[in-house]
């Protein structure tokens, strides 16, 4: 029974891609569910309740050509309120390079854009886990994940940022720099899920890769200048004392969150003990990947050391980013060719997987942070596997 779970003999193709494909079924049939027409987390029978309303009404502040009232709270809260029960807000912490990307969503009714994003967002992030995997499996890998659903069901773009955090990794294994830093680049949009990168970069000597990124960044902040006018910007600097105090606050929840800080608050420290925590965990990260890119180590064991440390390097994670974890296990697959480095490498694996289902409401209920847990399982796996795959020196003899 021992050598089951350490062995890892349940993981094998003919049980795992079922189980993904029934999965992704499942996934599908709450969400038609739930966002058909008729269904429960519809209003008016045309508009979900998630956080894809905060996107589609941004969009279509941007077609209106006031894109800054997105980050006007009372003026965002009015377009909202009569869609959502008295007290709820949906608040658009992005910054404004997002709104070009949302922009298209405000010239559709709301269902179909919901479906065409969302459904375009899982494409892009399965299309990334397939690079990296150079097999369909990809797809499936990323489907049946927890996270996805989640990302699904609130209409988060989680998966636009996977599918660009593993192009863009895909494309530097792949040695096409400027393509990597381009995708990196527009990661902009979510800047907390790609803090590790440029260390991660400089260690490496990918020094194309960081100035393709870095330009990138610049000229796309430049264009969302340029289209959406400087008030956009200021309004969004000036949201920015709000932004930090909802998550000094928890306004999400720190229950459902997945950061140092985030576990340090429901363990009772203040708002500064925890901040200086999550610095140090930060920091602690940041030596990491610069040790790790420095080395020789295969490329996919590499960035599943970056993936799954840059959840530990933010104190903003929620369930949703939790999507990413599907970049780190595809690169840790290619890494090992599917093979079992060491006992229970995937069985570990498995119950990261299971954790980020869980975690949420388990904490809820219990009062224990484990939001983390996933991710540091992920990387205890990947340091691991790391340490295995450097050369051991062998003292000289006496």
Not at 14 to 25: E, Q
Not at 69 to 89: C, I, K, R
Not at 166 to 176: D, F, K, V
Request: aromatic letters at 12%; one cysteine or more; proline letters at 5%.
């Amino acid at each position: 029974m021992v050598a089951y779970f350490s062995e890892a003999h349940w993981a094998t193709r003919d049980r795992l891609i079922p189980a993904g494909l029934m999965a992704f079924a499942a996934y599908l049939g709450v969400l038609i569910y739930f966002f058909s027409p008729s269904g429960p987390a519809i209003v008016d029978g045309a508009v979900p309740i998630s956080d894809f309303l905060c996107f589609w009404l941004a969009g279509g502040e941007v077609m209106r050509g006031s894109p800054h009232v997105v980050y006007d709270n009372s003026a965002f809260h009015a377009l909202q309120a009569p869609y959502l029960e008295d007290g709820a807000f949906y608040p658009f912490f992005y910054p404004p390079t997002f709104l070009l990307i949302v922009a298209p969503l405000g010239m559709m009714a709301a269902i179909p854009a919901y479906a065409l994003s969302q459904g375009v967002c899982l494409a892009l992030a399965g299309a990334a886990c397939a690079r990296i995997l150079r097999s369909w499996t990809g797809f499936l890998l990323i489907a049946a994940l927890p996270a996805t659903f989640n990302a699904l069901f609130h209409g988060q773009n989680a998966l636009l940022c996977a599918a660009l955090l593993g192009g863009g990794l895909a494309a530097l294994s792949e040695r096409r720099q400027v393509l990597a830093g381009v995708l990196i680049g527009l990661l902009t949009i979510k800047p907390q899920m790609g803090v590790l990168l440029p260390i991660a970069f400089l260690a490496a000597g990918y020094h194309r890769a960081f100035l393709s990124a870095a330009v990138t960044a610049v000229v796309f902040a430049a264009l969302s200048w340029a289209v959406l006018g400087n008030d956009t910007w200021l309004a969004f600097f000036q949201q920015a004392v709000f932004t930090g105090q909802a998550t000094d606050q928890g306004m999400a929840g720190f229950f459902k969150m997945a950061s140092v800080y985030a576990s340090a608050r429901m363990l009772g420290l203040s708002a500064s003990p925890a901040y200086l925590v999550q610095a140090l965990a930060a920091l602690a990260a940041a030596v990491l990947i610069w040790k790790v890119w420095r080395s020789h180590a295969e490329f996919g064991i590499k960035a599943a050391v970056l993936v799954s440390a840059g959840f530990f390097a933010t104190p903003y994670v929620l369930p949703y980013d939790l999507a990413a974890m599907a970049i780190a296990i595809a690169f840790l697959m290619q890494a090992t060719r599917g093979k079992q480095a060491f006992s229970y490498m995937w069985t570990l694996i498995a119950v990261a997987v299971l954790v980020s289902a869980s975690s949420r409401y388990l904490g809820a209920v219990t009062g224990v942070p484990l939001g983390l847990l996933a991710p540091a399982l992920l990387l205890f796996v990947s340091v691991r596997l790391h340490s295995l795959s450097q050369p051991r020196e062998v003292g000289a003899l006496a």
